[in-house]
């Protein structure tokens, strides 16, 4: 069955520290792949997606994530957390266009001073 | 302009009632989704529409979900009745024309969270 896994339910880092958040999805053709982002209270927002172009893509508020078609992951990155940075993040798979969503668990990264 | 809304943002109901969810999607998008999120697990897709058509309804987990778009504009999703289980987040999505490169994002309201006791 496709899936999609984030290792790590909650994540704390530093302010100022790296940001990791790892995604590894099963499929044996390249999907699309999205980063969405929940902040409290708010629904969810698109952070960055993959679709082909290039294995790195950068995405909104400092975030960039790198396709590895060879070890079916697209983790997502951010050299310096802020303490804004603070939500839970979904990494997400889509088999075609317009087709559903498939979410990973969610990683809940929180920020320490 | 205006994003995906989603009405109410929180329902409490009790076990056997009926509760209607509505999606307001973005102008002109013709596709709209449905998800919901179950006690802190991961957003399952429940069915997609493509104007007043469901085109997936794979993920609808039985028939106590009824889901419509009349006249390809605003959903629906009624529970009847509703079941402890149901207690969750109901994401609506929208996105625009199919098939077309970078018109295709799924744009996602603020959810209705609810309740079931």
């Known amino acids: 069955a496709q899936s999609v896994t984030q290792l790590g339910s909650h994540v704390s880092v530093s302010e100022g520290a790296l940001v990791l958040l790892r995604c590894n999805y099963s499929?044996?053709?390249?999907?699309?792949l999205f980063w969405y982002v929940q902040y409290p209270n708010q629904g969810l927002q698109l952070l960055l997606k993959y679709t082909s172009a290039a294995t790195l893509v950068k995405g909104i508020n400092g975030f960039e994530a790198e396709f590895k078609k060879s070890e079916t992951s697209f983790h997502l990155t951010k050299p310096s957390a802020h303490m804004s940075d603070a939500a839970e993040y979904f990494c997400a798979v889509r088999y075609s266009s317009a087709s559903k969503i498939i979410f990973g668990s969610g990683t809940r990264l929180s920020i320490r001073p | 302009e205006a994003g995906v809304t989603q009405f109410p943002s929180h329902s409490v109901i009790e076990k056997g009632q009926t509760v209607t969810l509505r999606c307001d999607p973005i102008?002109?998008?013709?596709?709209l989704y449905w998800y919901r999120r179950v006690m802190g697990k991961e957003i399952k897709f429940l069915l997609h529409f493509v104007k007043e058509s469901k085109q997936d309804e794979s993920g609808m987990p039985n028939n106590r979900f009824l889901a419509e778009r009349t006249g390809g504009t605003y959903s629906t999703l009624k529970v009847q009745p509703a079941e402890l289980e149901d207690s969750g987040v109901y994401f609506c999505a929208s996105s625009q024309v199919v098939g077309t490169s970078g018109r295709d994002e799924q744009y996602f309201g603020p959810g209705t969270r609810l309740t079931v006791t």
């Open positions: 102008s002109g998008h013709d596709n």
């Open positions: 499929s044996s053709v390249p999907p699309y």
